[in-house]
């Protein structure tokens, strides 16, 4: 069965289990028999639906405040909203996004502690008080457009802890500078509720949460001493969004555990919440793309290139190159400043699976020799038309992609199975989606009539009106 949760997302309702391989390859096979050679997202909602339901299990006392930056995907907002997940927001356009899901105002974080000045207007018409700064000039900032607003500090943790994506270059205030910056609030008259850090982006050792959470408190006990009413504590997000053998999600969450007990324990009644993106979203998605040109470079043994356009000798050394319609200026984009290449795991349908395999690079559809997704990688012999997939493309991917060369994005489908989904949605809400009336004025690529009828129907059923 096929629903609609409002926004042209449809969602394929699975009776059974199948793999994620099966499910790319019935795709795969699906977009070939239409003749469509368009990259496209897989999403699992059950994925994100799983590891939502692990997090409260292993962390029960830290409130989840998805963070939006990392996946603005409607479904993925949608789940997460009935759920009864909160979020973290960067913008005014994340903020509308999340209002327009008829989430209350009390469960987002306006996490950024430089915003814009209208941005923080937009805040305060919204009733969203909760929201970061770092500096002096976002205090002064605040008190003239938001002077109600329930100030968070953000504490720059330590640094020396191994991260992909460190964030501490940009943003945070040393706990060394805090109570400087918190008697500069006082002295505006500004109401502080709580400490917030981010140990940085996919953080590899789960040391660095529990001397955060250290520090924090001492922050915290700075901010009491002023006589703020301190009562919030903002573990931020870095968790990982697959299991490596570094660092695993349920590692964290046990030293996170610990610390919150030693220096936050439950008696006082501090709220924790904590901004997951990586972890929500990572393993939910799989890119599937398509190759859209190949070239074959013969390396002789004297060490000069040639070109060929099959292979002749079983004594060349040939290397392939493979262009996919999908690329660093697309959804591949994190992997230029995340400069974790490595990660990218490049499979084949099983079709296409030989023993037989080759030295080969991976490019994008762009003009721009740039464009590389991965050299250096052994697959076996692919053909114009044949399909690569890509798991674990759920977070900083669609969100980072450009139209650069005006490639198009990839489609997204989504499944989950049927009786995890109806865990999530009791019988009168399933009705409400499942409901088709009217018929569509004319057919969006990639669905079918039913599905086009499905959707536009129900985008009148689920949306709420949209706050400017
Ligand atoms: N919170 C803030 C303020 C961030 O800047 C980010 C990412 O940049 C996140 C949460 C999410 O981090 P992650 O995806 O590592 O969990």
Not at 101 to 107: A, E, N, Q, T
Not at 236 to 262: H, K, Q, R, T, Y
Not at 314 to 324: G, H, L
């Amino acid at each position: 069965m096929k629903i609609c949760i409002g926004n042209n997302c449809v969602v394929d309702l699975l009776p059974f289990e199948k793999t994620r391989k099966t499910l790319v390859e019935e795709k795969m096979a699906l977009h070939e028999k239409k003749g469509k050679e368009e990259a496209f997202m897989l999403g699992d909602l059950g994925d994100i639906i799983s590891k939502y339901k692990r997090w409260v299990k292993k962390l029960p006392r830290v409130e989840l405040f998805y963070a939006v930056k990392c996946n603005d995907d409607h479904a993925v907002l949608k789940v997460l909203t009935d759920l009864g997940a909160s979020f973290d927001c960067a913008s005014k356009s994340e903020l509308r996004k999340i209002l327009k899901l008829g989430v209350p105002p009390s469960r987002i974080i306006y996490a950024n502690p430089c915003k814009q000045t209208s941005f923080i207007r937009y805040a305060a018409k919204h009733h969203v008080s909760l929201m970061t700064f770092d500096n002096e000039f976002e205090l002064h900032k605040v008190k003239k457009n938001y002077p109600g607003a329930k100030l968070v500090f953000r504490m720059l943790p330590p640094r020396n802890f191994k991260v992909e994506c460190d964030l501490g270059t940009k943003f945070g205030c040393e706990p060394s500078k805090a109570r400087q910056l918190l008697e500069a609030a006082q002295n505006l008259g500004l109401d502080v509720v709580g400490v917030s850090f981010h140990v940085g982006s996919g953080c590899l050792e789960a040391r660095a949460f529990a001397v955060a959470i250290q520090q924090a408190r001492q922050v915290f006990d700075t901010g009491l001493d002023l006589g703020f009413n301190m009562n919030l504590l903002d573990i931020g997000g870095g968790f990982p969004g697959f299991v490596s053998p570094l660092v695993s999600f349920d590692e964290i969450a046990e030293i996170v555990n610990e610390a919150l007990e030693l220096h936050f324990p439950l008696l006082e009644s501090v709220r924790i919440i904590g901004e997951p993106g990586r972890y929500v979203v990572t393993s939910a998605f799989t890119l599937v793309a398509n190759i859209i040109a190949k070239r074959v470079v013969v390396n002789d043994h004297c060490g000069e290139k040639g070109e060929t356009a099959t292979l002749s000798s079983s004594s060349d050394e040939p290397t392939m190159m493979y262009y996919i319609n999908d690329g660093v200026y697309g959804s591949f984009n994190s992997r230029i400043n995340d400069r974790d290449h490595d990660h990218i795991e490049v499979l084949v349908p099983r079709d296409q699976e030989t023993s037989l395999k080759y030295e080969c690079s991976l490019w994008g559809p762009t003009c721009d020799s740039q464009d590389c997704i991965k050299e250096k990688i052994h697959l076996p012999e692919l053909n114009i038309g044949d399909w690569l997939y890509f798991p674990f493309m759920g977070s900083y991917t669609t969100v980072l992609a450009s139209s650069f060369n005006g490639m198009p994005r990839p489609i997204h489908y989504y499944y989950c199975l049927a009786d995890v989904w109806h865990e999530v949605y009791p019988k009168e809400q399933r009705k409400k989606q499942a409901c088709i009336k009217q018929i569509p004025q004319h057919i969006k690529s990639g669905h079918t009539l039913q599905e086009v009828t499905a959707i536009n129907d129900l985008e009148n059923l689920l949306t709420t009106s949209i706050p400017h």
